[in-house]
């Protein structure tokens, strides 16, 4: 699984936006905003002007879990449609590595051109698909909320990378008790 942050902007027109809200200065807003990023709901509006582009390679099996989430969230991902059959596959399209037997048995699928709905039916769930997220602190708010101590390490490392390379993640984890 690999997680890069591509792209992140909005932060200056958000806080803009609280200090309409509030009818107080820029610097004075910037102050207020971790406080406001957990408070009242509502309150925490601002974080929705917030947006982030990432780039996720990760298994199906998590793609599952991850489409829980739809709502300020846009997603393009890589198409095993026109993808699958371009090229012979590796124990690198995997979360894991499959038996040989396997991989022999899918890319012979493959070279005898079957069709791809009947390939797409029997790739494991640990098979890597691409997708580029876009979303916005709130959602990444609310999913780090709901995901960060997931039984599922991919959910770990998925919040860990994000804290790690976004640039406000005061605004996702409350640092006070």
């Known amino acids: 699984m690999k ?3 591509i ?19 820029l610097e004075r807003s910037e102050s207020l905003l971790p406080k406001y990023a957990f408070g009242i709901p509502g309150e925490n509006k601002f974080l929705e002007s917030i947006v982030i582009w990432v780039d996720v390679n990760a298994p199906l099996f ?3 879990e991850f489409d829980t989430y739809r709502v300020g969230i846009t997603k393009q991902s890589e198409s095993t449609m026109h993808t699958l059959k371009k090229s012979k596959l590796t124990n690198e399209n995997f979360e894991n590595t499959i038996s040989e037997p396997f991989l022999h ?9 079957a069709s791809v709905d009947y390939i797409k039916s029997m790739l494991p769930s640990g098979f890597l698909q691409r997708r580029i997220v876009s979303m916005n602190y709130k959602c990444l708010q609310n999913i780090y909320n709901q995901r960060h101590n ?8 998925f919040c860990t990378e994000m804290l790690h390379n976004i640039e406000h993640p005061e605004f996702i984890v409350n640092k006070k008790p």
């Open 105 to 113: 048995h899918l890319n012979n699928l493959i070279d005898l051109d």
């Open 150 to 157: 997931h039984r599922l390490p991919q959910w770990l490392y």
């Open 7 to 25: 792209n992140e902007c909005g932060f200056k027109e958000s806080i803009l936006g609280f200090s309409l809200s509030y009818n107080t200065s």
């Open 3 to 5: 997680v890069t942050v």
């Open 62 to 64: 998590f793609w599952t």
